[in-house]
């Protein structure tokens, strides 16, 4: 498989800037994924650290959900791979946490996503409320916030990747 990434327009409407950013970043941390084993996608990075590229897909996919369900949607949404007694699961990977496994959650929350976002104005407030400040979240800050989220980590992807097997880029 051969992720396809687009840079947004330059000169789109804000909406469909702030979406196709959000989609670029979505997509190239699957490229920095693409063409591995299982095994070295569960390679951490560097001890003492669990922080792998299926760990960053793992955390993503719970990431989209916090945001999107459970904020935005007011939904309830448990998370998927944490909890209060391991607050870094995603990133606690075993021999059976396969790609295919984190790949499929991680697709099937973005869908979730951009569903729960369509009904949603830029301005608009969120059903539900950060869980730090006890604040309504507009769906502009929502997706502001996952852009820097999601480039954040693809630095970090960048680095997994290249100790894994030298790959570097953009």
Known sequence: MTTERRLPETDADERTMLEGWLEFHRKTLAVKCEGLTDAQLRTASVEP???????????????????????????????????????DGEFHLTEGDTWQEAYAAWQAEIEAARAVAADFGLDDLSKGR??????????????????????????HADLIRERIDGATGD
């Open 49 to 87: 650290s669990p922080l792998s590229l299926m760990g960053l897909v793992r955390h993503m996919a719970d990431v989209e959900r916090s945001w999107y369900r459970r904020v935005l949607a007011g939904a309830e949404a448990p998370p998927l791979y944490w909890s209060d007694e391991d607050p």
């Open 130 to 155: 950060h869980r730090r400040t006890g604040k309504y979240i507009s769906l502009r800050w929502i997706h502001t916030h996952m852009i820097e989220e999601y480039a954040r980590h693809n630095g």
